[in-house]
């Protein structure tokens, strides 16, 4: 266990590169983005390869076998190319694929694909249908743990970007090669400092919090199982 959540990498290209991107207002507790603060940091910033931002949902399948309430990840078109996960079959999303009306497509995780289209290739041009809206199934996404939703959808990103003060976004960012998360800290901070200049209403006591994608995803976890190997190492020792 302590293998598999602590040490071993995540799977995806370069990992140590990966940071979670949130926001804290003064100085609390960190929350999700809202659409125009992640289009300044992906635009101003000078320390990242790339920014992507998703958010969580939930839709029901009609298609291929009984209904069923899937889970979903919106994501914007970079949302692959910055987490260096490449398809097991088919491809991903590509640049403008996350615009309004260009977004009626799917990529399926590997179980969804497994229990619905039966591992077929076949899967590929195929329709599904979430929450009555037909989508094109463009990839498969090889299994990269029990987190993975069943599929991901293009997100509408101008959208979010126009609904200002609606803090639904996370994100995450890959870092340049001889960029560090204090580094990125400090300049996401200062384009935040400009966004509460021109924005007062939206902004005043907004900031970032940056961490390593690692870090963030076994930090709730970390502690307990420490105390576990302690445990057992005690034991073995008796």
Same mark, same amino acid.
């Given at each position: 266990?302590? &293998? ?7 799977? @995806?290209?370069?990992p140590e590169r990966l ?17 125009? *603060? ?9 320390? @990242? ?16 076998? &009984? ?64 929450? =009555? ?14 987190? #993975? ?6 997100? &509408? ?14 994100? @995450?960012?890959?870092?340049?090669? &001889? ?6 800290? *400090? #300049? ?6 400009r966004l509460e200049r021109e ?16 870090? =963030? ?16 190492? @005690?034991?073995?020792?008796?």
């Amino acid at each position: 266990l302590v &293998d598999a959540v602590l040490l071993r990498p995540l799977p @995806f290209a370069s990992p140590e590169r990966l940071v979670t991107l949130h926001e804290s207002r003064n100085g609390g507790p960190a929350g999700p983005l809202s659409g125009h *603060e992640v289009a300044a940091w992906r635009e101003q910033n000078t320390v @990242f390869d790339g920014v992507a931002a998703f958010i969580y949902g939930s839709s029901t399948l009609s298609s291929g076998g &009984d209904p069923e309430i899937v889970q979903t990840l919106s994501v914007s078109a970079n949302y692959f190319e910055v987490l260096g996960a490449a398809p097991h079959l088919g491809r991903a999303f590509a640049p403008g694929e996350d615009a309004a009306g260009a977004n009626r497509l799917a990529v399926l995780s590997s179980r969804l694909w497994r229990e619905r289209f039966g591992g077929s290739a076949t899967a590929l041009g195929s329709t599904i249908v979430l929450d =009555n809206v037909g989508h094109r199934v463009i990839g498969v996404m090889p299994s990269s743990g029990e987190l #993975d939703p069943d599929l991901w959808l293009p997100l &509408d990103f101008a959208m979010e970007v126009r609904r200002v003060g609606r803090h639904s976004l996370f994100a @995450f960012a890959r870092l340049k090669q &001889d960029a560090s998360v204090a580094r990125a800290s *400090e #300049d996401l901070a200062a384009i935040s400092r400009r966004l509460e200049r021109e924005m007062p209403d939206d902004n005043t006591g907004h900031g970032p919090h940056v961490m390593s994608m690692h870090a =963030n995803l076994v930090g709730g976890v970390r502690r307990p199982i420490l105390v576990a190997a302690g445990a057992v190492g @005690f034991v073995l020792l008796i």
